[in-house]
DNA sequence: ATTTTAATTGCAAGCGATTGCATAAATTTT
DNA sequence: AAAATTTATGCAATCGCTTGCAATTAAAAT
């Protein structure tokens, strides 16, 4: 591997300009600067990262950690990864990526942390490098989140204006901030609005929502939108619909959340709330690279980013 | 933060005895090894990467790259990443997280490479590092796969002995050595048996899948069971029957390959023939960990790691 | 033409750890 | 009891790069 030096001495230079030639491009002459990066692409230079993170304290390396115990089911993380991976990618910094088991291996510049929870704060206030949330937390940290009570509300009033007049709430079981935002803003809407209405709770499977609808079918007169909480819990109950012989859209309703990938893979797709999730994880990454970037200038802090109804065939 | 320096200062020992009582345990005194410890505990002291790296010429990181145009919407990627991890967390390795965008940023101790296409093998040739494939490949490299032509043969053996008597096989689109395998498992498993067959291939998604079904019902007569290459289209195949009328699994039976998590989903729970991704990409990762350790000794260059048959409600 | 200022380049030091060799202490052998 | 061996520890050099200051050169101002 060449270094620094070779690359100097075959440019008749000093180890220095050849370093500025790289981070300091205005530093040296142009004339000079392009032939010592002619020479550094003769020789296959790559400078190493060690050598560098050792002097300048930056390893340019971002780390994600997932804290909740990953659900490798979920395809969430995945596209939340490649947003982050993209943006860090286009300022050559690289992305490492620990779990709940592996947050303490391995240094870095800065943080992004999902999934966080109650007892990882400890974890979290010791760190030196900068944080940035994905999704709000109970706590008042940076973060990046969608308007999950707004997205909720938009969801119902798109249903209601669809002309269906029994709105069902279908949470996750969960207490978290997001699930809560949306139990508000489902609650508060309906309330606002005297509409009829109901909230159910369930563990986030597909299959769940289907048994729950196959014992309760009778409490779910026709005219019943479901605006459920993830995309799998639409599409367990969109199934249920169907098999006890409901036709959706016509008669029922059905609005997810996420805009995962679940819509591919549904006998209809799916209407649901979609988050941007590649956008959203590109702000984190953005977001966290300006803090270690200028670690004082703390100007936006929380970065709201809007979901869409994408309006499919299981609503009319 | 505490260096090497400062421990030993506090331990009134040299940096190198301190040193090796964290790289060579043996070779320093065992109460003096314990009271160095302590200080080290005592001043929250944690190795330098960089200057580790710098000197040892070992990263400690390892990069996934997934080549493929990455399918966010596929856990199947989530499922092995949680193994990689785990496994190079036990052995204090980092792991770094590459796409096809991102390749080049960063150095690390070695590769797991998947999802690989034949423009990027230049690339390939041109490493340094130890190579691992995940998935097996056009060229002769290590690999860790599963026997997909045997889980095929597998899959079909248990819908003969269901009693089912018409066998489609149906197939991703796609050019790669892993489907390239299934099919040809059930070709030869239906010559050999001399078994009414048919082979389709879709894009994977699972309403094409639907659809398929919707436009060729007619020619699939009772008791003909569906042995699909991926879980979404074995849902989706699934959906189409039960949305002809057909009866799942008393005259049609379906079969999935690999176990994500689709059957969470589905109407009915899928039977799939589940690869282990969890073991196999702890294989990968421990593979990989020994070719570090051990350059020249290549013992075991291939692992065959077996998917089996995860029976549930869409086979009788 | 001479001084001031700005733009380039080089020198030396050092980031925090590890490797090879040398030294001191403890143990065994003769 | 002296010599040979093993076991522990320390010293110095070094990994490849960047920071701070000094030195050189060119351009601008007097």
Known sequence: ?????DVA???????????????????????????????????NYQPNAAARALV???????????????DTT????????????????????????????????????????????????????QLSQPVVFFGRTYQDYDYVDTDNYQAIQDSVAYAVQC??????????????????????????????????????RLANHGHIATDYLRQHWLEFPKNTAFICA????????????????????????????????????ASKRLTTMKQPLEVMGRAAARLLLAKIAHPQTTEQEKIIINSRLSISESTR
Chains 1, 2 share one sequence.
């Not at 591997?1 to 030096?5: G, I």
């Not at 300048?56 to 990953?70: A, H």
């Not at 935002?181 to 309906?190: A, I, K, M, N």
């Open 9 to 43: 001495k075959r440019a008749n230079v000093s180890k220095m300009t050849v370093s500025r030639a790289i981070n300091h491009p205005g530093q040296v002459r142009p004339e000079l600067r392009t032939n010592i990066l002619n020479v550094m692409a003769e020789l």
């Open 163 to 200: 002309g269906y007049d029994n709105l069902v709430f279908v949470g996750i079981a969960v207490d978290a901030p997001f699930e809560l935002d949306r139990e508000r803003g489902f609650q508060d809407f309906v309330g606002e609005n005297h509409l009829h209405s109901r909230v159910i």
């Open 74 to 125: 979920e395809p969430y993380y995945m596209m939340l990864l490649a947003g982050i991976s993209n943006e860090l990618n286009q300022h050559q910094y690289a992305l490492q990526l620990a779990t709940s088991n592996s947050y303490k291996v391995g240094e870095c510049d800065g943080y992004i942390l999902t999934g966080i929870r109650e007892k990882n704060y400890a974890w979290v206030e």
């Open 56 to 70: 300048s304290r930056r390893t340019r390396v971002v780390k994600l950690t997932i804290f909740e115990d990953m």
């Open 230 to 265: 993830s995309d799998r819990l639409a599409i367990g109950i969109e199934d249920g619909i169907i098999q006890q012989g409901g036709n959706v859209p016509n008669d029922y309703g059905v609005v997810g959340f996420d805009g995962v990938f679940l819509n591919q893979i």
């Open 1 to 5: 591997m060449a270094t620094l030096h």
